[in-house]
């Protein structure tokens, strides 16, 4: 995923080294030092017996064998690693036996799906908690989803926030001409999936139209909703004003972006419980300077100011959304004052290199937690 890619290479104090089971796109996402840098130990046998075996009869998650465990640590002290960042929860969860019997401090990040998905498991929970206690520090992207981990069992002194990283000079901020014929360009980009909220967007945009007859609507990406949210613009009579040009590269993204006048993100939560951190498409389009409309929903408030750099409304309220867009269509000076403080929260907030120092500090912390752990034993107890 490209915001991991973004943390990684980002790195500057601390050299990364990457243990993997694929390796693809290298052109789209080079990584240094590949050749000594990288290992990929590849994908385990038996892979859907043993999804069988844990799932159906064990009910519980699907855990490493000892054998990957042991591969593991011997690539760890081989690549010389002084603390391992395990991205993604739920990965956490498959890892639990390497990080039980790590040689070196673990740090695993949470993003989104990984604390809500499985949450109503019970065998899940226990083994998160395992994960918790085993693990070094325990990083969230949002402030939302670190109290959503504290619900879950993580100690509090172990949680930190590590928000994405955004680079800025990829998004510049860039004034879009107002569009006085009524030529209004709407965009939504991201995965085509529930959470993403997209029917809402189909449905505030057709109360949009019936006032704004010359707006238009992109959304871009891909996903299992396509095909449904095609025939929805269909049955609404929209075909000709909403588009799906499918998944874009960056650079096929970056121009859609600065094309647009407008950015949607209504996100909401289905009932598999998969949530937001704080989308990125969502902040790479504020810091180029578009006004969001999007929903009160996991860490998009922490990025989005309501009434100032953009407007939330309730989950799936399509109305609502429709009421905000075409209050910011009536208003240029709003408009404008509204674009330049969606730039302004990104570069506050979310900037790379600010948010890449603060990454490496938890790396320090925890190296620093194993020495300390080290002393401890080592040291005489007088409460012996």
């Known amino acids: 995923m490209q915001h991991v890619h973004r943390q990684i290479v980002s790195l500057s104090r601390w050299r990364p080294v990457v243990i993997t089971q694929k390796r693809e796109n290298a052109a789209q996402f080079p990584f240094p030092n590949e050749k000594r840098a990288l290992s990929v130990l590849g994908p385990l046998p038996w892979r859907n017996w043993r999804r069988f075996w844990f799932r159906q009869v064990r009910r519980g998650p699907v855990l490493i064998p000892q054998s990957r465990v042991r591969e593991l640590i011997y690539e760890t002290l081989r690549l010389e690693a002084d603390v391992v960042h395990i991205f993604f929860g739920h990965i956490g969860v498959q890892l639990l036996p390497f990080i039980a019997a790590s040689p070196r401090p673990v740090v695993v990040s949470f993003h989104g799906a990984d604390v809500g998905v499985e949450a109503g498991h019970a065998a899940w929970r226990q083994a998160l908690q395992q994960v918790f206690q085993h693990a070094a520090l325990i990083l969230a992207r949002s402030e939302s989803l670190m109290a959503g981990l504290a619900a879950l069992g993580c100690p509090v002194e ?173 208003s240029p000076a709003n408009y404008a004052v509204m674009a330049r403080a969606a730039c302004g929260e990104v570069t506050a907030k979310f900037e790379r290199q600010a948010q890449t120092a603060i990454l490496e500090s938890y790396y320090d912390e925890a190296q620093r937690s194993q020495f300390a752990e080290k002393d401890l034993t080592e040291r005489p107890t007088e409460r012996q």
Not at 187 to 215: D, H, N, S, W, Y
Not at 270 to 298: F, K, Q, W, Y
Not at 307 to 327: C, I, T
């Open 158 to 330: 172990k949680l930190r926030l590590q928000r994405t990283g955004i680079p800025l000079e990829a998004w510049p901020f860039q004034e879009r001409p107002w569009p006085a014929d009524g030529s209004w360009h709407l965009v939504q980009a991201c995965r085509l999936v529930p959470k993403k909220g997209l029917r809402t967007t189909l449905q505030a945009f057709g109360e949009i139209v019936k006032k704004m007859p010359a707006a238009r609507l992109t959304l871009a990406g891909d996903g299992p909703l396509r095909q449904e949210l095609a025939e929805a613009a269909r049955a609404a009579g929209l075909s000709d004003r909403v588009s799906f040009p499918g998944f874009l590269n960056q650079d096929a993204l970056r121009e859609l972006v600065y094309s647009a006048h407008l950015f949607l993100h209504p996100s909401e939560t289905p009932p598999d419980g998969n949530r937001e951190g704080v989308p990125n498409a969502l902040l790479e389009a504020m810091a180029s300077g578009l006004p969001v409309l999007a929903t009160n929903h996991g860490g998009i408030p922490e990025a989005v100011t309501h009434g100032q750099s953009g407007f939330l409304v309730a989950e799936g309220d399509a109305s609502g959304l429709a009421r905000a867009a075409l209050e910011l269509m009536e």
